[in-house]
């Protein structure tokens, strides 16, 4: 399930809790006493529950499960009040509300299960103040687990975020560590074509005038080192050329954005040269495997995250799926949004399916 949703070790704690509940039932005798629409009550709502537990509910299904869950955990304590536990579901119901609603409808939510203690409590015993004593405290636990289910979300979504930022500081650092490498190719380029051009650029003008002037056996090994200098100079030139390429090492950059990712687990499968991209090409490369990261990270709950790259036959393939929950219906954000125009500005296509898991996939024409 999603960010929003029940993680594991709630899921199995309320259920525990919720099994415990019949158990005492069962074993403290009270089973022979309640009514029978008690267990129906009961068993309605750990069922409700259940189904909320499993991985595959989604955000919408869960949050329509509520309603259901929250009628059978009043009824579970209004048909036996005199049982003390019967009000333990309110407290699971609760937790599971706060990681489905917004602290305000949670908030509503406890106000209405403490006003059903207070009525039931001194309707049964006719004694307020215990009835209150008695509201106060379910309250008390209402809060608790709302406060720590808030609190455990926080600090899921913080280490979302952080997550995300790793993420984006490989990228800056790949980025700055190959600018840094352009430079220094710019700078040596430069030197070669300012100190060695040019002094081999002169020595090769001096052999050419000193192969009119020599005579003799020294004519052959002037005109030996006149051809040997025009290559010399020639390799420099290429050599100069080769290192004022803007190759960006897209390749590199990738690997550091999975190293730098703890969950999912980012497995990259590349066929093709890669440096043959150009720079647009590469950008718009890292910038989609970025998002993808991204949104994997903060949305699919994936455990893995495989990307495949290839470049053949002057078309690029970036395709990306998960193992995560996936979306029957898909919200396009500003992540796929950008994504998508990224692409299109070089006149590509991107499409995507949240059938089973989430997948992506990009393609592209290349100068290559």
Known sequence: MADESLDRLTSGAGLLGYVLVGLVALLSGLAATVSPWW?????????????????????????????????AVLLTYLLAPDYGISAVPMVIFVATAAFLLQVWATLSLIGIQTAVLVVASVLQDGDRGFGA??????????????????????????????????????????????????????????????????????LAVNLEVASHLAEGP???????????????????RQVVGRLREPRARLGRALADLAVAVPTPRVVLDVHGDLDELGEDEAEVVLRCVQELITNAMRHAEAEHLWITLTCNGGELVLSARDDGRGATEVAVGHGLTGMRERVGRLGGELSWDGADGFRVEARLRTAA
Not at 42 to 63: H, K, Q, S
Not at 218 to 236: F, G, Y
């Open 218 to 236: 020294a004519s052959e090994p002037v005109a030996r080192s006149r051809v040997i200098a025009k290559d010399l100079l020639s390799d420099v």
């Open 133 to 202: 004593a008695v509201a106060v405290m379910y309250a008390v636990f209402q809060l608790f687990a709302l406060v720590m289910v808030e609190t455990s979300l926080r600090e899921h979504r913080m280490r979302e975020e952080l997550g995300v930022a790793n993420a984006e500081l490989a990228a800056a650092q790949g980025r700055l560590a190959e600018t840094s490498k352009v430079e220094e190719r710019l700078r040596i380029s430069r030197d070669l074509h300012d100190l060695v051009g040019h002094q081999l650029s002169a």
């Open 39 to 71: 267990w129906v009550a009961y068993a309605a709502g750990l069922g409700t529950f259940g189904l909320l537990c499993a991985d595959r509910v989604g955000v919408r299904a869960a949050r329509g499960l509520l309603a259901p869950l929250f009628v």
